[in-house]
């Protein structure tokens, strides 16, 4: 499974470490850290450079229009470093879920005893059912694909607007 982390200049000793994070958990993952063309390159991902940084959103929406759009991938802040290697085979239960039931976005955030009873209660419905939520999206380890995202990225938002956002996006989406 891909990971998807766009970061920048100011963030690039954090993502350092959240990569090597995840290349340390040894999980099935492919990351992909995409930035402006003056960040360093990180060892043991596929790392995008942008020559006109225009934007978290921005580098966002130019990357995901040249992936696969129904492939999942996880979306990750640069910020999020794995403490605790989550189990491989859940993970992978985890996204065959997500590809059967044609889920929008699932998010994989702590606190899980908060989301599963709340997955319970709606259903496992898709993110736009969720809608009473302040913040129905997270950018932090949220399992989706880049057909959903370009639907909701708006190219002049920073990751914390997007989140913000999210809320009156997803009623215009179809909530």
């Known amino acids: 499974m891909k990971v998807i982390i766009s970061t920048c200049k100011k ?27 003056t960040v360093i390159d990180f060892h043991d991902v596929e790392n995008i450079r942008i020559e006109n940084d225009n934007g978290w959103s921005f580098n ?7 992936i696969d759009p129904d492939e999942p991938f996880l979306l990750w802040m640069d910020d999020l470093a794995i ?12 996204e065959e879920y997500f590809k059967i039931e044609k889920i929008d976005a699932l998010s994989v955030y ?9 997955a319970f209660n709606n259903g496992y419905a898709p993110i736009t059912s ?5 913040y129905p999206f ?13 639907k909701v990225l ?6 914390w607007e997007f989140e913000h956002n999210m809320a009156g996006k997803l009623k215009s989406i179809g909530g």
Do not use: G, H, Q, W
Request: charged share 20%; proline share 6%; net charge negative.
């Open 11 to 37: 963030y690039e000793r954090v993502c350092e470490l959240v990569v090597n994070s995840l290349n340390e958990a040894r999980l099935p993952l492919s990351i992909v850290t995409i930035a402006e063309n």
């Open 60 to 66: 966002m929406i130019k990357y995901l229009s040249e």
């Open 83 to 94: 403490v605790n290697a989550p189990n491989a085979t859940m993970l992978s239960l985890v």
């Open 110 to 118: 702590m606190p899980a005893a908060y989301r599963v009873p709340e």
């Open 130 to 134: 969720a809608l009473s939520n302040k």
């Open 138 to 150: 997270s950018c932090m380890c949220t399992l989706t694909t880049a057909r959903f995202m370009l």
């Open 154 to 159: 708006d190219k002049n938002e920073s990751p």
